[in-house]
């Protein structure tokens, strides 16, 4: 079974500068998806990124960017130019490429960002 | 366009009573999907809906029921609630299996507390 691992319970980051998020998984599949979800204190789960890991370049979506390690089975977040909007829950989820592909999250990450 | 909304958005059930939480998407997804989020535990899946008229037991069943309505609609229930079921619930939605990189559609979550 596949299983997602976040080892930073909480981060914090002062704004402007950048702050990266660890995710590590575990999956004997070579086709699957990579996401990161923010949850704001509204509680609504915002997707952030996606990987899809047959691509080796890594996704940037404005100030949010990922470094994906296929082989390490590594998929940080990079949020650069932090604000206090980015303050949050993040979480890393993966899903699989097969029929029955649900969302495997890991337990998440709280991230403060100190003004 | 709405989403995915979950009714009621907080509940405070007795030991025992039943109640059963709605969910209901707009976006002509086919999968479905009820998650619970609990302090240092991520979302873990309850059960889900990959299409109208199928569902499946996730990694924490136990306590629950759902029911596909119909395409929009994927309700949960708690027969006899008990304190373990405590948490915040979330009901998603997805395009099907057989896009997996859309990821998933989230409603806001209902903050369900067992007394």
């Known amino acids: 079974a596949q299983t997602v691992t976040q080892s930073q319970p909480e981060m914090s980051v002062q704004e402007a500068e950048t702050v990266t998020l660890s995710c590590t998984y575990d999956?004997?599949?070579?086709?699957?998806?990579l996401f990161w979800y923010k949850q704001p204190p509204s509680r609504q789960m915002i997707l952030v990124i996606r990987?899809?890991?047959?691509?080796?370049q890594n996704a940037t979506e404005n100030r949010f960017s990922v470094n994906f390690q296929k082989a390490a089975k590594s998929f940080s977040l990079k949020i650069s130019d932090s604000q206090l909007g980015d303050a949050a829950m993040y979480f890393c989820?993966?899903?699989?490429?097969?029929?029955?592909?649900?969302?495997?999250f890991g337990t998440g990450t709280l991230l403060a960002v100190q003004p | 366009n709405a989403g995915v909304t979950q009714t009621p958005k907080f509940q405070v059930l007795k030991t025992g009573q039943s109640m059963t939480l709605q969910c209901a998407q707009d976006?002509?997804?086919?999968?479905m999907y009820w998650y619970r989020q609990d302090p240092g535990m991520g979302l873990r899946l309850i059960y889900y809906?990959?299409?109208?008229?199928?569902?499946d037991k996730g990694e924490v069943p136990n306590g629950y029921n759902v029911s596909r309505l119909n395409k929009r609609e994927f309700s949960l229930r708690l027969e006899s609630a008990a304190p373990s079921q405590t948490s915040v619930y979330f009901c998603?939605?997805?395009?099907?299996?057989?896009?997996?990189?859309?990821?998933?559609?989230f409603g806001s979550g209902t903050r369900l507390t067992v007394v």
């Open positions: 998603a939605s997805s395009r099907s299996s057989l896009t997996p990189n859309y990821g998933y559609t």
């Open positions: 999956t004997s599949e070579s086709d699957y998806y």
């Open positions: 990987q899809e890991a047959y691509k080796q």
């Open positions: 989820a993966y899903r699989s490429d097969g029929a029955t592909n649900k969302l495997i």
């Open positions: 976006m002509n997804h086919n999968s």
């Open positions: 809906s990959a299409s109208e008229g199928t569902t």
